[in-house]
């Protein structure tokens, strides 16, 4: 069954998503980003979801993390909870 870990920023506005993506695509830490502007809970572990399988996600984030190149960020991508950037770090098909 695949397999992937991957890590989020979650934020309320498409706007600030953009903005965190070029500060990381600038230079940025992505684990420093998620601690100092994500909502969700695991901005406290650098915004990492651990391993998870498809269907333990939301559809949205299911259909990038499963089909994203590896350690590239994507979005914004936006689900009911906001707007999420995600990179998928690792993931086994």
């Not at 953009?18 to 695509?25: C, D, F, Y």
């Not at 502007?37 to 498809?54: E, Q, Y």
């Amino acid at each position: 069954m695949a397999k992937a870990t991957a890590r989020h920023i979650l934020v309320a506005s498409e706007a600030k998503c953009n903005e965190l993506k070029a500060a990381i695509e600038g230079g940025a830490d992505f684990a420093q980003v998620a601690k100092d502007n994500s909502t969700c809970p695991s901005s406290r572990d650098g915004g990492s979801l651990g391993s998870f399988g498809p269907g333990q996600m939301v559809k949205e984030f299911d259909t990038v993390v499963f089909s994203a190149p590896i350690n590239v960020v994507q979005g914004p991508v936006k689900t009911q909870f906001g707007f999420h950037l995600l990179e998928v770090t690792s993931r086994q098909d």
